[in-house]
């Protein structure tokens, strides 16, 4: 009898969400780290956005290309952060609209702390806004703040300090 009401009870209650299109799925695409670490380059990221593209991927929702550590070049003497010349000499800007024109979204890897994976100092602490800024200017759809810089972690909230 208890199963009865626990159905009726599931059957009575619902939940509730927009109907907007957004969240239906996780965030789906490629991770360069899973695959050649902090070794992605342009030609690699091209190489991967046509496969994901003419392999059917796309279609079925894996929409995102994310660069994981290693595509940062430095920072400026404003302190302005750019991409590394070498592996990205097209920019940013240009790699992000290559993709966007194939329907495919950009995504960048960063650190909360003042180092990022390589330890040269090009994490986000005390530039987050202006790094925020940069990566929009040049179309970034997607940012991962990952925690790997070895600073103390925080409960209250990673931007909070």
């Known amino acids: 009898m208890s199963s009865v009401w626990g159905l009726l009870v599931l059957l009575l209650v619902s939940a509730t969400a927009l109907n907007n299109g957004l969240g239906l799925t996780p965030p789906m695409g490629y991770n360069s780290y899973d695959h050649v670490g902090c070794c992605a380059t342009e030609d690699l990221v091209k190489e991967i956005a046509t496969s994901l593209i003419d392999r059917g991927m796309l279609a079925l929702g894996y929409e995102y290309v994310n660069l994981d550590c290693g595509w940062m070049g ?88």
């Open 74 to 161: 430095g920072r400026d003497s404003h302190g302005t952060l750019y991409e590394s010349a070498t592996k990205f000499p097209g920019g940013m800007a240009q790699l992000a609209e290559w993709l966007h024109t194939r329907g495919l979204k950009l995504g960048l890897y960063t650190d909360r702390g003042a180092n990022d994976f390589s330890g040269r100092g090009l994490g986000m602490k005390g530039h987050e806004v202006e790094d925020a800024a940069v990566m929009a200017s040049w179309g970034v759809d997607y940012l991962k703040v990952d925690d790997m810089s070895g600073e103390p972690r925080t409960r209250r909230g990673a931007f909070q300090d």
